[in-house]
Every structure is written in C-alpha cells, then in structure tokens.
C-alpha cells in the first residue's frame, strides 16, 4: 500500500515506521524530522521487531499527496487543517489515530475519501529528529466509524498486520472511542494540572476526580446512544491508569513543554455534548475550564 502518515510525530513515525518496513511510505513531519528521515532514514528502538532503520519518504507539505491511505496522527486542535490539506491530493481512505473524540466528523466533513476510526496503545517518544522510540508494545483498534462491519477495515487491517503492527478490526468504535475518552477524562487534566504521573489518580484525593469524570463521560455515551456503563468507564480508566502508573500523560507533557493541549477534545468535548442533552458534568466542565485557563495564561488559545 501507498501510506501517508500525516502528523509525524512520536506515535506518527513509530506506526509510520513499522509500516515503512512493508509499505511504501510517506511522512508528513516537522522540517529538522523531515530532513533527518531523508537524509539518513528512520531510526526504530525499543520494543520493536523488525529492521532498526527504515527509510519511508519525508515532507513537511501535506499538499497535492497521493496514497491508498492517510493515517492521521496530529493533535485534535490540528484535524481541519490535516483534512483540508489532505484534500488538495488524491487519497483513497483515512485512518485517525488520533486522541479525543469529534477528529473522524472533521475528517469526513472535508473530504470524499471514506474515514475509519481508530486507537493505538503503542508507546512512543521521539528521541530526537530522526529516531523514534516503542517504550511499550500495545495495540492498534480501527473500524467504521459509526460501527459496523467494514471491507474497507479490514483491508488495511491486513496491511497493518503484514507489518508487525498487532492490529484488532472492530465492529464496535463507537463504543470504543468513548471508553477511551472516559479514560483521558479522568487521567489527562488531572495528571497535566497536577504535575503528576498516571499513577496518581488511583488513590487520594485525586481518585474521587478521576472516577467522577469518567462516570460522567459515560453517562454522556449513554446520552449519544452508546452503551458504555459507569462502572465500566470507571473500570478502563483505573485498568488505564494502574497499567500505566509510571508513565506522563500526553496532556502532562504538553503543560511541562508549554504547549497547547487537546483539552478541548477530551473533557471540553463531554461538557459540549453534555449541554446538547441538558446534562450536567461538573468534573468535566471544572478541569476544561483549569485548562484552558492555564493555556490563555500562556497564549496559546
């Protein structure tokens, strides 16, 4: 398969890279990355098998591409500026990968070509430009996005696979979209506002926090006609958090880097589908409003 992955980052290049081992690939990344993957390839370590150096194509335009498929791995606040670039060329599907909800209605709203939902729960770090590392071998989950069986799923399930990369086509993204948000929920904002790691949102008094966003998130699923129980969302955020107590959020690393973060996807997008259903999420709306308050301090909203 021809393969662009737009947004080239830490997840970006280690599944850009896994998949240059079987694939042809593009990687639409920042200029000192860009230049370094053209000019001595792409480095892989870590948890990975397969080649220790890929050499996938590298560009910092995403304009005028052509591929079967565009894995879209940027920042959710970057989705419409990834599709409407995307729609200058000729691509026949797209995958997101990306954290938060609302990024594959972008994506689908801005171009022709079919979009599939996903999830990866491979761990990443850009090293520095040029090298990526796999701190933890997960899983990537893709479907439909409404749910649904998909032809189209599991084609590049397939091409996924070949590729090393352990790979679940599923019938049920909705669901799967919003337990996952009911985990970022309860561990992001708290974790980035508290300068903690994930850990930390299993005991005292943060756990409380945790648990009410996360029970808050479901009852919204429920509200958009998902089935996702509260004890269930709370269990997969703890299940989350205990497998992964010692790590940083990527909500945490944005504040410790002085970036912004994608609050607005994660629980700014449960208190906005939380007023279209006249519900009311306290936790959720407190920690968006922490924040973004945080982020317009600095300038970055």
């Not at 948890?47 to 879209?72: K, M, N």
């Not at 606040?77 to 997101?96: M, P, Q």
């Not at 970022?184 to 756990?207: M, Q, R, S």
Request: glycine share 10%.
């Amino acid at each position: 398969m021809d393969i662009v992955v737009f947004g080239a980052g830490s997840l970006g290049s280690l599944v850009g890279g896994l998949l240059a081992g079987d694939h042809d690939v593009t990687l639409v990344a920042r200029e000192d990355h860009a230049r370094a993957v053209r000019e001595s390839g792409l480095s892989l370590e870590g948890a990975v098998d397969g080649p220790a150096r890929v050499f996938p194509a590298a560009t910092t335009d995403g304009t005028g591409l052509e591929a079967d498929l565009a894995v879209v791995t940027v920042k959710a606040f970057d989705t419409e500026t990834a599709a409407d670039r995307l729609a200058t060329g000729a691509i026949d599907a797209v995958l997101s990968l990306q954290n938060g909800m609302g990024n594959e209605s972008i994506l689908a709203d801005r171009l022709e070509a079919p979009v599939l939902a996903g999830t990866a729960t491979y761990g990443a770090v850009l090293r520095e430009p040029g090298v990526v590392a796999c701190t933890g071998v997960g899983e990537v989950v893709l479907g439909a996005r409404e749910g649904g069986p998909s032809s189209l799923a599991d084609a590049v399930g397939d091409g996924f696979r070949s590729a090393g990369i352990e790979t679940l086509v599923a019938a049920d993204m909705p669901r799967r979209l919003w337990e996952k948000l009911a985990v970022n929920a309860g561990i992001n904002a708290i974790t980035a506002l508290t300068e903690t790691e994930n850990g930390a949102v299993l005991d005292a008094p943060a756990a409380d926090l945790a648990r009410a966003a996360s029970r808050e998130t479901a009852r919204v699923a429920r509200a958009c006609d998902v089935a996702l129980s509260s004890d269930e969302a709370v269990a997969a955020m703890e299940a989350v958090a205990e497998a992964t107590a010692a790590n940083t959020s990527s909500m945490a690393q944005d504040v410790r880097a002085g970036r912004r973060t994608e609050i607005d996807a994660i629980n700014g997008y449960v208190v906005d589908r939380a007023v279209d259903h006249g519900l009311s999420v306290p936790t959720n709306r407190t920690l968006a409003a922490l924040v973004r308050t945080w982020e317009r301090g600095r300038g970055l909203r």
